[in-house]
């Protein structure tokens, strides 16, 4: 569901006059405030529960680790729920994550038009997700999907086999080992959204056959290997490549509209890290704060038959993520090779980074900065301008962000209300284009 507030040009666009543009944008600020307003008055009726510390007249006495979430880093959480069987070799858990996002923009159209602003509101995510056990608690699984409206998609379906803990099987459809950023959860995340440089580089979801030692919840010495089938499941990231060449994404995962399947090409992936003194990565936010810990990653993506102008024959992501006493400071590199023109070697199609910090202030309130940059080589760009028909080549050639966010988490990751401003600077061959964006988003999710 999206709802349009505004859409209106800068003053003296049309008839607008100065002072009318000055009270459509007063009333706009109104409505804005008033929603966040609405937000706060449905949250205090959810906190005065969780912070009373009693327990729902839903739970038996068997719920007691379910309220306190068995497999959650967070000293209060809101479920998980579930059912199992008496001997506990099988179990069926229900999990709901939901995002009601406000969102204004104003945006640096083309050269010689006036600036375009809009407010609006939408259901970002609505996630339902059935996890569990079969028969063996070493035998789980996951089903995943996306009903937001006009987006009903089947995220994740898997089997996850673990022989020993250092020794795990999982396959089916999940998303590919290619950053400890992107294989956390959204609803970890510590800004409204992804950076912009998984948009460029991914990682996206893909069939598959992985072997791990906890893709999700990593020991010290961590490692996930895979064989994939080279294509999206989504075309949501790691499409930068194909919207420099104006290559049309297959979705196959959209259930309401599904395109046909690209041809399936193997893709080789490696996750290798170290996580020293018990550091918890599946948030780059520090939630319980501590003392100094520490991550050090690398991940590797070999296509053995890319497409052209769609997939990258290499990529690799080194990482790193330090947390002490709920500071959080991660950094993350990326690279993109691909052929280039006639030429059989390789070279950098794309380069990238994203550095951000953060400051957890008595758990319950959250500072954060974050800076990304994704930029395509020359050859790169002179490749795809040689392949284009249309007489202009306006595609963005390098994209930079700069956010500040502040969040307040009421309980934990489950129940937030997340805020950042940012500035986002696409750069074309021949201008650049400058947005500035403000979000606000409420999380609930169990």
């Given amino acids: 569901m999206v709802v349009i507030l505004s859409d209106n040009r800068g003053p003296g666009a049309g008839s607008l006059t100065y002072s009318a543009w000055l009270a459509q944008r007063w009333m706009e600020l109104m409505r804005f405030l008033f929603m966040q307003l609405t937000f706060l008055m449905g949250i205090s009726c959810c906190m005065a529960t969780a912070w009373s510390g009693e327990t729902p007249r839903s739970t038996t006495k068997h719920t007691a680790r379910q309220l306190i979430g068995e497999d959650r880093a967070e000293s209060s959480t809101i479920g998980p729920f579930e059912l199992s069987g008496t001997d506990g070799r099988s179990r069926i858990r229900f999990q709901f994550a939901s995002q009601l996002r406000l969102f204004f923009e104003s945006a640096e159209p083309d050269s ?8 609006f509101m939408e259901a970002r995510r609505i996630r339902l997700v059935l996890t569990g056990s079969v028969l063996d608690p070493a035998l789980s699984f996951r089903f995943h999907l996306s009903t937001a409206p006009h987006s009903l998609e089947l995220m ?9 803990p250092q020794l795990q099987f999982r396959f089916g459809q999940y998303k590919v080992p290619f950053t400890r950023y992107r294989i956390q959860s959204f609803q970890q995340l510590t800004f409204v959204d992804w950076a912009i440089v998984t948009k460029y580089f991914g990682a996206e979801r893909q069939m598959g056959l992985a072997w791990h030692n906890g893709y999700e919840k990593p020991p010290p010495w961590a490692y996930v290997v895979g064989a994939f089938t080279g294509v999206n499941a989504r075309a949501s990231h790691n499409t930068g490549l194909a919207r420099l060449f104006d290559r049309e994404l297959s979705n196959p995962s959209d259930l309401s509209n599904p395109s046909a399947k690209a041809e399936y090409h193997p893709e ?10 018990g550091i918890a990565v599946r948030s780059d936010s520090d939630e ?13 993506a070999w296509d053995l038959g890319p497409v052209a102008g769609i997939d990258y024959t290499l990529r690799l992501s080194p990482e790193i993520l330090v947390k002490y006493n709920g500071v959080s400071a991660s950094g993350i590199a990326y690279a993109g090779f691909t052929d280039v023109g006639n030429s059989p070697d390789l070279k950098l199609a794309i380069s990238g980074a994203l550095i951000q910090t953060a400051y957890r202030i008595n758990g319950h309130y959250e500072l954060s900065i974050r800076y990304a940059v994704a930029d395509f080589a020359d050859a790169v760009i002179d490749d795809a301008r040689a392949a284009t028909v249309e007489p202009s080549f306006d595609r963005v050639v390098r994209e930079e962000e700069v956010c500040f966010g502040f969040n307040l988490y009421l309980i934990g990751h489950n129940l937030k209300l997340q805020n950042d401003v940012g500035r986002l600077k696409r750069s074309y061959v021949e201008e650049t284009r400058i947005d500035y964006i403000t979000r606000s988003q409420f999380q609930i999710a169990f």
Avoid at 156 to 164: G, K, M, R, T
Avoid at 288 to 300: D, H, M, P, W
């Fill in 156 to 164: 994740d379906y898997y089997l996850n086999y673990a022989i020993s």
């Fill in 268 to 277: 080789l992936f490696l996750h290798a890290a170290f996580n020293a003194n």
């Fill in 112 to 119: 010689g038009e006036h600036r375009s602003e809009s407010l």
């Fill in 288 to 300: 319980n704060g501590g003392g100094l810990r520490t991550s050090v990653g690398l991940s590797a």
